[in-house]
C-alpha cells in the first residue's frame, strides 16, 4: 500500500481559497490515481475530485467543478486540490485517497490519508 499525508487545511473566509496537498510515500505514486474525498459531520464520505496516473483526465463533483482543481506531481510523489470560492457547505475532513481510476466511489481506493480540516466561516 501507499502512504498518504494530507496538510494544508484550516479556516478561511467564505469566497476565499485553500490548497490542500497529499503526499504519497511507500510505493511508486505514478501507478495510481488519486481521489479527493470529505466527510461532513454527521454525512457520508463523499467524492471530490479524482485525476488519473499521468495527471491528464480529472472528474469531478458537479458541486465543486468549477471551483476546485486537482492536479499532481508525480516528481513530488503528491497531489494538490486547489479550492477556490469557497463556500460554507465546503466545510469538512477532505481525505486523500489512492486507487485505479478516477472513480467516484470510496471502495474503489485501497490506501487512506488521516484527513486535514476545512473550515469556511461566514
Known amino acids: 500500500q501507499v502512504q498518504l499525508v494530507e496538510s494544508g487545511g484550516g479556516l478561511v473566509q467564505a469566497g476565499g481559497s485553500l490548497r490542500l496537498s497529499c503526499a504519497a510515500s511507500g510505493r511508486t505514486f505514478s501507478d495510481y490515481a488519486m481521489g479527493w474525498f470529505r466527510q461532513a459531520p454527521g454525512k457520508e464520505r463523499e467524492f471530490v475530485a479524482a485525476?488519473?496516473?499521468?495527471?491528464?483526465?480529472?472528474n469531478y463533483a458537479s458541486s465543486v467543478k468549477g471551483r476546485f482543481t486537482i492536479s499532481r506531481d508525480n516528481n513530488k510523489n503528491t497531489v494538490y486540490l486547489q479550492m477556490n470560492k469557497l463556500k460554507l457547505e465546503d466545510t469538512a475532513v477532505y481525505y486523500c485517497a489512492a486507487g485505479v481510476g478516477t472513480s467516484l466511489f470510496t471502495a474503489d481506493y485501497g490506501s487512506w490519508g488521516q484527513g486535514t480540516q476545512v473550515t469556511v466561516s461566514s
Open positions: 485525476v488519473d496516473r499521468g495527471g491528464g483526465a480529472t
